[in-house]
């Protein structure tokens, strides 16, 4: 008896986790569902001649006002780029779950931001929208990463300074990430202009990917339709569990 209660109760602790779970696919639905309206609603235009305001543009990644760059870590030509150097583990240990494991000993990027073309004109984009993924979507950022360490030694480019190099202790390594813009990627972006720059939107949806406008709002709709799926299972065997259990242990009382 003992053993089939305990059967019931976990049934029911289950069951309510999974109508839980059921609620947590909603709220992500009704993201989805604002940022597919915003997708339809913003039409891409040419590169507009305002300087605020929500705003889609498809064009071509371009240089920005320093010209053609060249990554420091690849050698490879772009429009910008971002470097990254960090060791880990930290030489002093962590005290709290919230400290970094690592040690940023370098970090830097190329003058300047870049640019989106097309046939009317060019647009000066923050480099800091690419930093606003979205898992569905591809990045337009290339990414170059090394690993040096004592037992998996790696010839690192010269941005990487000696000194760093032998002050490298037997525990630890180095990760040189390089982040590059090619030039000439055609984009899908979405955001808001401020100061004739476009930027990532301060609240809502942005957008800044490699695929084209119906090839994100498609992807959206397949994320509406696989979290209704999700939705419809989860609270189906939510319930079913939950009310077995309950009613189980309703016949005890």
């Not at 960090?86 to 779950?97: F, H, K, L, N, V």
């Not at 490699?210 to 709002?217: A, G, P």
């Not at 397949?222 to 016949?251: E, H, K, Q």
């Amino acid at each position: 008896m003992t053993g089939v209660m305990v059967v019931a109760t976990v049934a029911y602790c289950i069951g309510g986790c999974l109508i839980g779970g059921a609620g947590i696919f909603v709220l992500l639905n009704l993201g989805d569902h604002r940022a597919l309206r915003t997708l339809r609603r913003v039409v891409p235009s040419p590169v507009p001649a305002r300087t605020s305001g929500r705003v889609a543009v498809e064009g071509r990644t371009e240089y920005g006002p320093s010209g053609r760059q060249v990554g420091p870590v690849t050698g490879e030509g772009c429009v910008w780029f971002h470097v990254r150097l960090i060791r880990e583990p930290a030489r002093w240990q962590s005290t709290g779950e919230s400290d970094p494991v690592y040690d940023v000993l370098l970090e830097f990027s190329s003058p300047g931001g870049f640019a989106l073309a097309d046939h009317s004109g060019r647009l000066p984009v923050d480099p800091a929208i690419l930093g606003h993924p979205y898992p569905m979507e591809p990045g337009v950022a290339v990414k170059t990463t090394i690993e040096h360490g004592p037992k998996a030694p790696r010839t690192l480019p010269p941005v990487v300074p000696r000194e760093v190099v032998d002050d490298l202790r037997k525990n630890e390594r180095l990760t040189l990430t390089e982040s590059r813009v090619p030039r000439g990627v055609q984009v899908f972006a979405l955001g808001r202009l401020a100061r004739g720059e476009l930027r990532q939107s301060r609240a809502g949806l942005t957008v800044f990917t490699t695929k084209t406008r119906d090839e994100v709002i498609a992807a959206r709709k397949d994320g509406i339709s696989l979290g209704n799926r999700m939705i419809v299972s989860f609270a189906l065997l939510g319930l079913a569990l939950a009310g077995g259990g309950v009613g189980y242990l309703a016949t005890l009382a």
